[in-house]
């Protein structure tokens, strides 16, 4: 397994190095990033339905869809992402949870899983997962909030629909909606205080002490290059990050 540290913060280009990866490499793969402020929707979600658009232009917080499905999330510096991409046809999402259980419990954390593979500290999420296949490979990706602006991420994820509404019904059709669960972050439970960059570090080398063949492996400039492409061309595109709503339900959504 190779495992990269990915420093850019670019919401675009990470979720562009997600779907690069996943298409491009042979061999497995775990990736750490962080975003600036951002909104991050999941595939089959409508944007309208999910983002405070109002809250995330005033703020500058960005608005990205990436290629995996799942639900609406909150990223900022205070939150750790983690992708996990193998060749095998391994699709035993327990698996991932299962590590980052284990992880958090050497930091002296007790948390738990449930069945959509989000973990939790006493009712409270800490992380959520998107999934996706392509034929043998497959992609997991998780979050953990680590210090993440709580206020910021109720805001930017609460669109204001009416759900009693007509309209919010039709446009429902065919849409995954997120599920909303209260939420907390990881330094209010740690045993004692660890700055973010701290933690990030013993988050890399739990994983490549877990794997004795790992190697640590970045970017090049062919691989820079080509992400860079795929965010223009695709991610930076209105087409691709607001195009459910528009192409699909211009005319049965009045909201």
Not at 33 to 39: D, K, R
Not at 68 to 91: C, E, K, P, W
Not at 155 to 178: H, Q
Not at 197 to 203: C, P, Q, R
């Amino acid at each position: 397994m190779i495992l990269i540290n990915n420093t850019s913060t670019d919401p675009y280009f990470n979720a562009a190095a997600e779907e690069y990866l996943l298409k491009c490499f042979t061999v497995p793969v775990f990736m750490m990033w962080q975003n600036q402020p951002a909104v991050v929707i999941g595939r089959h979600q409508d944007v309208y339905m999910e983002v405070n658009h109002g809250f995330t232009e005033k703020n500058n917080i960005k608005v990205v869809r990436r290629f995996s499905g799942g639900g609406a999330v909150y990223h900022d510096r205070g939150n750790i992402n983690l992708t996990f991409i193998n060749q095998s046809g391994y699709t035993d999402f327990d698996f991932y949870t299962g590590q980052l259980v284990e992880f958090l419990s050497l930091a002296g954390i007790r948390a738990y899983s449930d069945s959509r593979n989000s973990l939790y500290i006493n009712s409270n999420k800490i992380s959520g997962s998107a999934q996706y296949i392509r034929g043998n490979k497959v992609l997991f990706h998780s979050t953990l909030l680590f210090s993440t602006d709580l206020n910021a991420l109720e805001k930017a994820l609460d669109a204001g629909t009416d759900e009693s509404s007509p309209a919010y019904s039709n446009c429902m059709t065919g849409y995954v909606r997120s599920v909303k669960s209260p939420v907390t972050n990881l330094t209010d439970h740690l045993p004692w205080p660890v700055p973010v960059e701290n933690f990030k570090s013993f988050l890399f080398n739990y994983f490549m002490v877990k794997d004795t063949g790992s190697s640590i492996y970045s970017f090049n400039n062919d691989d820079i290059k080509a992400i860079e492409k795929l965010t223009k061309e695709k991610y930076l595109s209105t087409e691709w990050n607001y195009k459910t709503q528009k192409s699909l339900y211009k005319e049965s959504c009045a909201i």
